[in-house]
């Protein structure tokens, strides 16, 4: 062993070969597909008859067929999901395919699939959601409820004997998926690690226990969109349900423990469809994410050093509808494409690897990939292409891992050169290659600093950071109102701006490539201000991302936010009032928008008393989906106030929830 290995985290030979797969697929089928009306945490104590699961026409043939026309190696299966309906004859209750009419009872779904996987050369996965189980009036994180039928015993004792069904009964599995974690035995749940370490031994395991040596974990959203850097080494081992999204999960070059990613996200739109997109509902099929959507997630999964996982729905006659299998198709073949031309591929060890490119083509696309049996050795590097005689710097980043995949304009060049700026022990590059990929395939600007989006923030105490959506980029600013230049000062820390005022700012990689200028106006000073009421906070707390307290700072990963389990509560209008601490004469307000649920219709109502209002500003943000940055509403005067009343009529799309990230106000 080296003088790396022995101070980064690494991969098990499972996770080894996890990594090479890249793509998965994850399969629902519930008995909500044939009762959409259910919903158990609205009825605890009911769920559908059996009887109504009778899938006549189910082919999991056709399933992984699908899964294989999209490019996945691998395929997990929920077995069972949070009604508790198991989809194969378990002994440890009545409520499964069992008491179904489907094959009279006498079918196994999970046997058909596995069967349909060694067909396919498909490398099959099992989820058994250990954390919720409506049947037996289980609630996250995996607890009776008060007033349930069964003891807690004896739910971990369903538990144990399903998994033991699961995992020795079909074959090896490649990954095991547990949906929010399992609840772990000092804290009442079941023991459920040394079943594991007996029958799946070499299983990647997602959510799983800690002290698992092959982990997988969740990005922090179901979205297929992994921060960026995203580091496989990590110290952060707590387990997340995915029904929040949870910011700060990008990991630790320097962590102790190798947990790869998963980025996992529905086929079907995650706001409109049935149940988050990942079951099937009648009329849905308008729902299903377009080819440039999925294509543009493979390149915040895949390109960023996690897998993809896509949510397949299968429909009432046990098929996948003909929609979702066209976009499976259409999927699979767009990435052949983007990687069916090969300008020029190289691999080595050291701090300098070149590639040589034909004189006729221009490369537009590069991909980096690591030798992860040696862990994540490189920290930082710089890619440069050699072009009119010189050497102009066209990419740089920090984390590349399994594989780092990066678009750019299209360009001449005789050489392109990969140099690792920073690194713990000796770099081993894997493959260091450089494509041509036809610009119709991509359906956002080529250029990394077009596609940038700058984000300006000012919290509570005064201090201004900005941050770029691509990380990578570096940032030159203005904060006199001026229009910023190569020779202002490049951003390196957050800095005081505590009255407000103009912050103008752009990206960029070279002096030869820069993005449009992005500005942000800062009210007054808010430091003494308090949020005095709102009609609605979330409970949750998304590792203290989210709460109204929030919208104090200007920063859209921290926010006011009104998700609730019932979305009827959680629907606008909505409202906040705040304090500003002394009446000021105010002639404008600024709004920060969070990522999502944005408000598109708005009120700012102000008050000396807090008891007698008066309406400042009310109307619409009519590009807020598409322009996500700070906003100044304006007023036609100035109007005296100590209390601001932030009232969110309506959110884009339709939105059952309200986000906001921060409220501030221009004083005279």
Not at 210 to 222: K, T
Request: a negative charge.
């Amino acid at each position: 062993m080296n003088e790396a290995t022995e101070k980064i985290a690494l991969p098990t030979a499972s996770q080894l070969k996890w990594a090479d797969t890249e793509i998965g697929v994850i399969i629902h089928f519930d008995v909500q597909v044939f009762e959409p009306d259910y919903s158990f945490r609205k009825k605890w104590g009911y769920t559908p008859d059996p009887k109504v699961f009778n899938p006549a026409a189910l082919d999991t043939d056709r399933w992984l067929e699908t899964a294989v026309s999209a490019g996945a190696k691998y395929a997990v299966l929920v077995a069972k999901h949070c009604s508790g309906f198991s989809l194969w004859p378990t002994k440890a209750h009545s409520y499964s395919v069992a008491g179904s009419p489907w094959k009279n009872g006498q079918g196994d779904i999970v046997a058909d699939f596995f069967k349909s996987c060694r067909k396919f050369g498909v490398k099959p996965g099992l989820y058994c959601s250990a954390s919720c189980n409506a049947y037996m009036n289980v609630d996250n994180p995996g607890k009776v409820r008060s007033g349930g039928q069964v003891e807690q015993a004896h739910y971990n004792k369903v538990v144990e004997t399903q998994l033991t069904e699961l995992w020795s009964q079909y074959g090896e599995l490649f990954e095991i998926w547990f949906d929010g974690g399992v609840l772990a035995p000092e804290q009442g749940g079941p023991d459920i690690v040394p079943i594991m370490r007996r029958l799946q031994p070499d299983a990647v395991v997602f959510g799983g226990p800690a002290g698992w040596p092959s982990l997988a974990r969740f990005v922090g959203n179901e979205r297929g969109e992994a921060p960026d850097p995203f580091w496989s080494s990590t110290d952060n081992l707590e387990a997340f349900d995915g029904t929040t999204e949870v910011a700060g999960l990008g990991g630790n070059p320097d962590g102790a423990v190798w947990v790869c990613g998963e980025s996992d996200m529905p086929n079907r739109d995650q706001k409109k469809a049935f149940q988050g997109g990942w079951f099937w509902r009648k009329g849905d099929d308008q729902f299903v994410y377009s080819l440039d959507h999925l294509t543009e997630c493979y390149f915040t999964s895949v390109a960023r050093n996690t897998n993809l996982l896509l949510g397949m729905v299968i429909d009432p006659r046990g098929l996948v509808p003909e929609m979702d299998q066209k976009r499976f198709a259409e999927f699979g073949r767009q990435i052949k494409k983007i990687f069916s031309n090969c300008l020029a591929k190289n691999q080595g060890e050291g701090n300098s690897i070149t590639l040589k490119l034909p004189e006729d083509k221009a490369a537009n696309m590069l991909v980096i990939m690591e030798d992860i049996a040696y862990g994540e050795r490189i920290r930082q590097y710089m890619v440069e292409a050699f072009t009119d005689g010189k050497w102009i710097k066209i990419w740089q980043g920090t984390c590349v891992g399994h594989k780092r995949i990066e678009r750019f304009i299209p360009m001449q060049a005789s050489e392109i050169r990969l140099t690792i700026m920073k690194n713990t022990g000796t770099p081993k590059i894997r493959e260091f290659s450089a494509w041509q990929v036809e610009d119709n395939l991509f359906s956002v600007p080529l250029s990394q600093v077009q596609r940038n989006r700058l984000s300006i923030t000012r919290n509570k105490s005064g201090y201004v950071n900005i941050r770029s959506i691509n990380p990578n980029l570096s940032v030159r600013y203005t904060v006199d109102g001026s229009e910023p230049t190569g020779s202002s000062p490049v951003f390196e820390h957050p800095f005081l701006m505590r009255d407000g005022g103009i912050v103008k700012a752009f990206s960029f990689i070279s002096e030869e490539s820069r993005s449009a200028t992005t500005a942000a106006i800062f009210g007054c000073d808010r430091s003494s201000w308090r949020i005095v009421s709102t009609s609605l906070d979330s409970p949750f707390k998304n590792g203290g991302s989210a709460g109204v307290e929030h919208l104090l700072n200007d920063d859209p990963e921290t926010y006011w936010h009104t998700y609730h389990n019932d979305k009827s509560i959680s629907a606008p209008p909505h409202e906040v009032v705040l304090d500003m601490g002394s009446i000021m004469s105010v002639k404008a307000f600024t709004f920060m928008p969070g990522h999502e649920a944005i408000p598109d219709q708005y009120e700012f109502h102000l008050s000396t008393d807090g008891k007698t209002w008066t309406l400042a500003a009310e109307g619409y943000f009519t590009d807020i989906k598409e322009n996500p940055g700070m906003r100044l509403i304006p007023m036609k005067k100035s109007v005296l106030g100590r209390f601001i009343r932030f009232v969110a009529k309506h959110v884009i799309d339709d939105g059952d929830y309200v986000i906001a990230a921060g409220i501030g106000a221009v004083v005279e």
